[in-house]
């Protein structure tokens, strides 16, 4: 009973809300884009250490270290970390690398990257405002929705290599530009008078680090691809739930992310029975369900969610939307 306590704990706290409504897109960024005018408040933005030694300004970092404007991030030799973006844009940083956030708010990701190679990913957003920029000593690439790599040398020259859709690549004046399709790739030393466009390099197109990130991207957005989720749908979503229900959902995810929950005898003899049916279930969720998530809601977090009626029409509307994405897995939960 353990293991599928905890996997009803995972769905319900987890999954029916902060993978629809905040790993997807993220608390912050939902906030400012959709209930809010535009703002430049700094978003929430998670590094991943994907192997080796990573630092974060100076100290050791680990994975869910949450990172604000200003903090650097360095990769040691046969190190990877990860930075992802509550838009789901990540940036993998190869070994040797180091970087610093210049700026991420709901309208402007940009990051400083002083040395070694990085890849972004950058999830195509409805805001026509919002930009992600890699900034390094000799280059400024700026995207809406693409994947790049960036490698900075030692001598502070620069190497872009688009692999899918556009770069805009400009001297750091952004006096020089350069529109840089999927394919092509540029070079940037210092003082540069005019840039030149080229095939991506054949040593990093057959490189490891480079068909890895190819193959990581696409197991992302086939999954996407297949659920035949769209940005509508995500904001469709988000606006069935009012700004009081999504500051509640916000605490319920800080809770249980902190692993934290301090769940008593009797919440977890209530919660049994309801495992039990989740459990039978298989792990999906139909309409007919909802009743059960909000009375599981209630018995975990009974400060938020209380009134059992309005959550189970919240969590009715979700279903579909649930189901469209396929985020219905516990394996992470085993």
Not at 233 to 238: A, E, H, L, Q
Request: net charge neutral; with cysteine; proline share 4%.
């Amino acid at each position: 009973m353990k293991g599928c306590l905890q996997g009803c704990l995972t769905f319900f706290a987890l999954l029916i809300i902060s993978s629809v409504l905040l790993g997807f897109l993220g608390w912050k960024y939902v906030k400012k884009q959709f209930l809010t005018a535009p703002s430049t408040a700094p978003i929430i933005t998670t590094l991943e250490v994907d192997s080796g030694t990573v630092t974060k300004n100076g100290s050791p970092a680990k994975t869910g270290d949450p990172l604000a404007n200003g903090d650097k991030i360095h990769t040691a030799k046969n190190s990877a970390a990860t930075l992802t973006f509550p838009d789901n844009s990540v940036l993998r940083l190869d070994e040797n690398t180091d970087i610093s956030v210049s700026q991420a708010s709901s309208l402007k990701i940009s990051i400083f990257q002083s040395l070694g190679r990085t890849w972004s990913r950058v999830v195509k957003l409805v805001d026509s405002n919002h930009s992600y920029e890699i900034v390094t000593p000799t280059a400024v690439a700026t995207v809406r929705g693409t994947a790049f790599a960036t490698n900075v040398n030692l001598d502070e020259s620069t190497n872009i290599d688009t692999d899918d859709d556009i770069v805009d690549v400009s001297t750091p004046d952004r006096k020089i530009k350069l529109a840089v399709e999927a394919g092509s790739g540029t070079d940037l030393t210092k003082d540069q008078k005019k840039l030149f466009k080229r095939a991506i390099r054949e040593e990093l197109k057959n490189s490891p680090w480079y068909q890895n990130n190819r193959r990581r991207d696409r197991e992302v957005l086939d999954k996407l691809s297949k659920s035949g989720a769209s940005a509508s749908d995500i904001i469709s979503v988000i606006r069935t739930v009012s700004p009081d229900d999504l500051a509640k959902i916000q605490r319920v995810v800080q809770k249980a992310q902190s692993g934290k929950l301090n769940l008593t005898p009797a919440q977890q003899a209530q919660l049994e029975p309801l495992a039990a049916k989740f459990e039978a279930s298989g792990g999906k969720l139909d309409p007919s369900m909802a009743p059960d998530a909000a009375a599981a809601l209630a018995i975990i977090f009974p400060e938020d969610f209380s009134d059992t009626a309005h959550w189970t029409a919240v969590i009715r509307a979700l279903i579909p939307f649930i189901s469209k994405l396929q985020l219905l897995r516990l394996d992470s939960t085993e």
